[in-house]
């Protein structure tokens, strides 16, 4: 359980956690996750940015075994899986000082029963000589908590930036090189984590950016050293730039609306718009997050269950709503028997999407031919809504 050195003075001393497979008891984890924590030793005092998930502490603490003092510990996040186990290093350094922002201040008490006078508080763009090597801390809000920053090691040109940037996977690889599952990882992370935030995600990485660095050290997945690729993507991710594409989360219990669903996708298809069909019933809601990074329209497709929508769409409404995409248009198509108000519960769901819905076709029973004129119609309309993004 040795330490791996990035470079003189910089080790990366954090866990691989393979077999994870949920997190936050949300979120899927296919490929597991890391949690990276850093030891920067100066030529006067020794630092340690970040823990790991508490399940993993012990871990973590083999790694640290060599190391007699830690003077500070850097406290990107409150959040568990990298503030976890602070108590535990407190403990064992009887000297070292928690730093981190003034919003995580009070959060570190709440969440962590740290004590506070072994919390010191740094502004944004302040540094803290570690002798040979410098930190300098930004804060970068919601990247995801209100409280997170992140460090920039200036004489290394490393830039420790937490959840920001992060990815879910679990590799034996400390760098990510250009391998392209990094960035799809990252992707998802982005999807699921961070979308709600876009806006303000865009001044942080305007902040981060005028930044010098050759490295990003996240707290989750391989550190980039082809940095500008991240960057640049989630540059892309953050803009007010939507794709020709229609995602279509839907379910079925016997068939009409997965009828209605296909029918659909195959009249865009034609019309030269892209699809992507999430079938709610077996999907990784990850997928589905990360097909709505930048799609332009959703296409919910529901029966109808007790008056209202699938209880699967309705939660997959609901994240919808919560992740906050760049959506631009919405339409609700299903089928119902009797009396249904699947749609109206839908549009009610959605306040957050500053979506146009373009229209609703409901089927009583299975599809007739008037049924799948009217889903050309939507598909004709979505196609041309789609030529002027
Ligand atoms: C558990 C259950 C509850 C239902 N509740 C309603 C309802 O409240 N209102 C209604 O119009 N139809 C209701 N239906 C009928 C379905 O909406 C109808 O069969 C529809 O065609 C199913 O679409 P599907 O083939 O895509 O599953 C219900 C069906 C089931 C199985
Ligand atoms: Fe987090
Ligand atoms: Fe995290």
Redesign the pocket.
């Known amino acids: 359980m040795k330490p791996r050195q990035i470079c003189d003075g910089v080790q990366w001393v954090g866990v691989v956690d393979w077999n994870r497979r949920l997190f936050d008891s949300l979120i899927p984890l296919p490929d597991g996750t890391s949690y990276n924590a850093y030891l920067v030793q100066g030529s006067e005092k020794t630092a340690l940015l970040d823990t790991v998930d508490p399940a993993a502490k012990d871990v973590l603490m083999r790694r640290l075994a060599n190391i007699d003092r830690i003077d500070y510990l850097v406290s990107h996040h409150v959040e568990q899986d990298h503030s976890g186990t602070i108590p535990v290093i407190l403990e064992k350094y009887g000297q070292s000082v928690v730093v981190c922002s003034p919003k995580a201040a009070p959060m570190l008490v709440e969440h962590l029963g740290i004590a506070s006078e072994r919390i010191k508080t740094v502004e944004d763009g302040e540094t803290l000589s570690l002798g040979s090597k410098t930190l300098r801390f930004v804060h970068t809000p919601w990247v995801h908590w209100p409280e997170t920053m992140v460090t920039h090691l200036p004489e290394d040109r490393i830039l420790f930036s937490c959840d920001f940037f992060g990815s879910h996977l679990a590799t034996s690889d400390l760098y990510a090189g250009s391998d392209p599952s990094v960035l799809e990882a990252a992707k998802r992370y982005y999807a699921e984590i961070m979308m709600p935030f876009r806006k303000v995600i865009q001044n942080n990485l305007k902040k981060v950016g005028a930044l010098e660095f050759d490295l990003i050290a996240p707290s989750h997945g391989p550190i980039y050293d082809q940095p500008k690729g991240i960057v640049a993507a989630y540059a892309d991710w953050v803009s007010d730039r939507v794709s020709n594409l229609v995602v279509l989360p839907y379910i079925?219990?016997?068939?009409?609306?997965?009828t209605m669903v296909n029918y659909l996708a195959e009249s865009l298809a034609e019309l030269g718009v892209k699809v992507q069909k999430f079938d709610l019933s077996s999907t990784d809601i990850g997928k589905l997050a990360m097909a709505l990074v930048d799609a332009a329209t959703i296409v919910i497709g529901t029966?109808?269950?007790?008056?209202g929508p699938h209880p699967n769409v309705f939660y997959a409404t609901h994240l919808a709503n919560a992740l906050r995409p760049k959506l631009r248009y919405a339409a609700i198509i299903?089928?119902?028997?009797?009396?249904?108000k699947a749609a109206e519960q839908i549009t009610g769901l959605i306040p957050n999407l500053k979506v146009e819905v373009l229209g609703t076709v409901l089927s009583k029973?299975?599809p007739t031919a008037e049924v799948f004129s009217a889903l050309d119609a939507l598909a004709d309309t979505i196609r041309d809504k789609h030529a002027s993004i």
């Not at 029966?303 to 008056?307: F, I, L, Q």
């Open positions: 079925s219990m016997h068939g009409s609306t997965e029966p109808t269950v007790h008056v299903g089928s119902y028997g009797w009396g249904t029973g299975f």
